[in-house]
């Protein structure tokens, strides 16, 4: 098990930014490759962004590319989704998981351990 906690969510206008956080227990964190996924009423979770072990590689949905980045800090356990020209479209809960299947970076199925989720909500 790894708990997760994500943090940073709100509301804010198109344009805007956001940061959100992820932090983990245990001493795990380290060794494990991490996603940040979102989900929209409605619609199936689909994958945001993920970052290597190492954070030195990083893949993102063409839908957020360019304008969202992911990054760790491995002594503090935390991922982070920095958010930025931010639209409606990106209304979602947001979620952080670790990637337990290493065939892949961009299937919801290779993550587990998911946390609650942090709404975002972008108004037009």
């Known amino acids: 098990q790894v708990p997760l906690v994500e943090s940073g969510g709100g509301l804010v206008q198109a344009g805007g930014s956001l940061r959100l956080s992820c932090v983990a227990s245990g001493r795990t964190f380290s060794t494990y490759a991490m996603g940040w996924f979102r989900q929209a009423p409605g619609k199936e979770r689909e994958f945001v962004a993920a970052v290597s072990v190492s954070g030195r590689n990083t893949y993102y949905a063409d839908s957020v590319k360019g304008r969202f980045t992911i990054s760790r800090d491995n002594a503090k356990n935390t991922v982070y989704l920095e958010m930025s020209s931010l639209k409606p479209e990106d209304t979602a809960v947001y979620y952080c998981?670790?990637?337990?299947?290493?065939?892949?970076?961009?299937?919801?199925?290779?993550?587990?351990?998911w946390g609650q989720g942090t709404q975002v909500t972008v108004s037009s």
């Open positions: 998981a670790v990637r337990i299947v290493s065939s892949s970076y961009y299937n919801t199925g290779a993550y587990a351990y």
